[in-house]
């Protein structure tokens, strides 16, 4: 073999830990390069030819069942290559799977599943054991092989369970060069048995290779298949502008402590439905920033549909259709971006101008190769307006910054300046109402539908059980109608503002959010941070999930919940598994430097215990190193929609929740937040929030007589696991409703 540059095949079965393998496998194999394939992107009659190019295959882990066709592809035929083509395997979780049964091996079902539990691997150390101490390693597997005396296959390691006895967690092949394990030894919390059996595979692999009787052909400089990994940065197929140099940003700063956000944000128009409104809310702690936009009335908004070829630049009254051309939707984003961006300024603080809204849930659908099963279209996937004008407020320090991306705009930045210096000692009382918007008898709420919902845990367990996935964030709707004469006071109010404020005060949140950007309107308190990425040069990307809250309350104290939640082996297991999948979309982009700076730490916020994760990543250094401007924004992109929203493996877990919900989620669990016009940028995941979307503003544009309601839509749900209980599953989703539901003057118990 090749010692400075070993070329690895790793085989992806549609996983979400791919990448975390590949980083594995560089940290095993100093310097290896990897190409990925899908193990149904090639037939074994198109693949054995491009083998010569390869040293070893790894075969990744992936949903489903070794023993349908669909679900293991070409990954079958590997295991009986003939010796010309032959090379050593590696097998992981399904690929275990995959190499036992095709050799005489049995598959079967565990009694009890394994989803993200770490269990003590037993093993002699030997084989790919050798010198490997105690295993502690995490498994993600409801199926499992038994291996019978005098086969082929031979088992390595075992772990002892007191549910389903003796389980097999290593096997070799007896006289071909194929090994593999069954725990996942890329996970973050596997100890022992990672890089180390790896590395053990690797010395053997070499040695077969070494004495086999036939040589190899000379490797090509390219493989002639396969994604590279780390993904480089290729070329650009489209017209890339250069990043502008000369754009400045104009600010000044006042200390205002005694003006709220709520004051600042009336003053530029919020509590006028009629116009377009963006304030990103740090309502709570530890949220620190606010972000105001003074959106005139052509101010630009750009909306686009999954789908479709093109977008729409919407400039108060103006509508334009603009194709996309070769380009989709993120590229023409980062192009217009690269034409406003600003390399330097005086101010610390995130936000100095950009692009601000939100993404649907369904926009990630692109990227996972995933249909839209789409009846209308009813909320734009892309809803973004373009902030020129601004004002961040500094809630610890009481200072707020005026800013402006126009050019000579001194004389707007002064008058605000002055204006909200008056405001801030005017002692006029507010004119907003004061109590609880409860709704009418000619209202309607539409909760969902308790047996219904359990019926659908019970069908996704199910789906846990065979194989299909290891976790499924199962959501509902509630939908709430509410009559025009009601919604809609007098010209120049707005009562979605009013709920707003309601939704703040109830229920705090640091990642608040109130999106008026017509059609839509989103009011949101997310307690969830989804991905952050700081400044260039070298930007530090990072994520925060949150999988586990347990509401405050008498007796609640830190103590308590840390044991509610850290101790919780189900809470923790729902955790682990958004951290690995997290870890993954980062390597994806980011090559090896990804690290779990904090797993499931419980931080304590204004109304709720949560256990939260931290994952960061920076760019690997390197000639071909994607553009940091564009960094966080190519990570958003692969990110989405939000796994801690999907569950694990992400492709997998999509297409079953969509057959599992009733219909598109849309606005709900997609992220909300703003890209900067010096790339950095701040989004949060959708959640504890809801939204509407004006039907007269789109009837009224296709000549369609106004509809009599408005409706308002509310998502809330839950991992489910295979630990997961039916009736708390139940609980926890009508708890997480509750909150929002509180800013309609909806008073639970509720018993759909």
């Known amino acids: 073999m090749s010692p400075d540059a070993p070329r690895i095949l790793l085989v992806d079965s549609y996983d979400s830990f791919t990448h975390n393998l590949a980083a594995l496998c560089r940290r095993s194999i100093p310097n290896c390069q990897i190409r990925i394939i899908k193990n149904d992107e090639l037939s074994i009659e198109e693949l054995r030819p491009c083998l010569k190019d390869f040293e070893t295959i790894i075969v990744g882990p992936g949903p489903g069942s070794p023993d349908n066709a669909s679900d293991i592809g070409v990954v079958r035929d590997l295991w009986h290559l003939d010796d010309d083509h032959l090379l050593p395997i590696f097998g992981v979780c399904l690929g275990l799977q995959s190499l036992g049964i095709e050799f005489g091996a049995t598959l079967g079902r565990l009694s009890t599943v394994k989803h993200g539990l770490v269990s003590q691997i037993h093993h002699p150390g030997t084989d790919i054991f050798e010198g490997v101490g105690e295993v502690n390693a995490v498994r993600y597997h409801s199926l499992h092989i038994t291996v019978p005396p005098n086969e082929d296959i031979q088992q390595l390691a075992w772990a ?170 993120w590229q023409w984003l980062s192009n217009y971006m690269r034409t406003r961006h600003v390399e330097h300024h005086n101010s610390s603080v995130p936000f100095w101008g950009g692009f601000v809204g939100f993404f649907s849930y369904e926009i990630g659908y692109p990227a996972l190769h995933i249909p839209l099963q789409r009846k209308e279209k009813k909320h734009p996937d892309v809803n973004l307006t373009f902030v020129e004008r601004s004002v961040v407020v500094d809630n610890q320090t009481g200072d707020v910054h005026i800013q402006s991306l126009i050019p000579g705009d001194d004389t707007w930045i002064a008058q605000v300046a002055e204006d909200l210096t008056n405001l801030s000692q005017s002692r006029a009382p507010n004119a907003r109402r004061s109590s609880v918007l409860s709704l009418s008898p000619l209202s309607s709420v539409v909760l969902p539908e308790k047996q219904r919902y359990i019926s659908r845990i019970k069908q996704a367990k199910e789906h846990l059980y065979s194989g299909d996935s290891y976790e499924l964030c199962l959501t509902a709707q509630t939908r709430i109608s509410i009559p025009y004469n009601q919604s809609r006071a007098t010209p120049g109010t707005s009562t979605s503002w009013e709920r707003y404020q309601q939704l703040r005060k109830s229920n705090p949140a640091p990642y608040s959010a109130y999106i008026r950007l017509h059609p839509s309107t989103l009011m949101s308190s997310s307690p969830e941070r989804f991905l952050s990425f700081s400044r260039p040069p070298n930007p530090m990307c990072q994520l925060r999930p949150i999988k586990g809250t347990v509401r405050k309350g008498p007796g609640i104290t830190r103590a308590v919940a840390e044991q509610l939640l850290a101790g919780s082996p189900k809470e923790v297991a729902e955790n682990l598994m958004i951290v690995d999948l997290i870890r993954h979309d980062l390597h994806g982009v980011l090559g090896e430097n990804v690290k779990t700076t904090k797993f499931c730490g419980v931080e304590e916020y204004e109304t709720v215990w949560q256990l939260v994760s931290v994952i960061e990543g920076r760019q690997e250094k390197g000639p071909s190193k994607h553009d940091d401007f564009d960094l966080g924004w190519n990570v958003l992109k692969s990110s989405l929609p939000p796994g801690s929203m999907t569950g694990a493996p992400k492709k997998r877990s999509v297409e079953i929740l969509q057959n599992l919900e009733d219909g598109e989620r849309g606005v709900y669990s997609g992220v909300f937040g703003y890209w900067c016009v010096s790339g950095g940028g701040d989004w949060s995941v959708t959640i504890r929030s809801c939204f509407k979307l004006d039907q007269q503003i789109l009837q009224k544009a296709s000549g369609v007589s106004r509809p009599e309601h408005e409706e308002w839509v509310i998502g809330a749900g839950g991992a489910i696991t295979a630990l997961s209980d039916p009736e708390a599953e139940w609980d926890e989703m009508i708890l997480k409703l509750q909150s929002v539901l509180k800013s309609f003057g909806i008073t639970p118990p509720m018993s759909a």
Request: with cysteine; net charge neutral.
């Open 160 to 329: 002892e369970d007191a549910e389903n006895g003796r389980v097999v967690m290593a096997v070799k092949h007896t006289s071909k060069p194929f090994w593999a394990v069954q725990y996942h030894p890329e996970s973050v919390c596997t100890q022992g048995g990672g890089w180390e059996v790896l590395r053990n595979f690797w010395t053997l692999g070499s040695q077969w290779s070494q004495t086999r009787r036939h040589t190899r052909s000379t490797i090509a400089d390219t493989p002639s298949i396969g994604i590279p990994w780390p993904h480089t940065a290729s070329p650009h197929s489209f017209s890339r502008p250069t990043l502008a140099r000369t754009n400045k940003v104009l600010s000044t700063k006042v200390n205002l402590p005694q003006l709220s956000v709520t004051k600042i944000s009336e003053y530029f128009g919020a509590d006028d439905e009629a116009s377009n409104c963006v304030l990103l809310d740090s309502a709570a702690n530890p949220g620190r920033y606010s972000i105001i936009g003074s959106l005139p009335g052509d101010a630009m908004q750009v909306t686009h549909y999954v789908g479709d070829a093109f977008l729409t630049i919407i400039r108060g009254k103006d509508k334009t259709i603009e194709s996309l051309d070769a380009l989709d939707i």
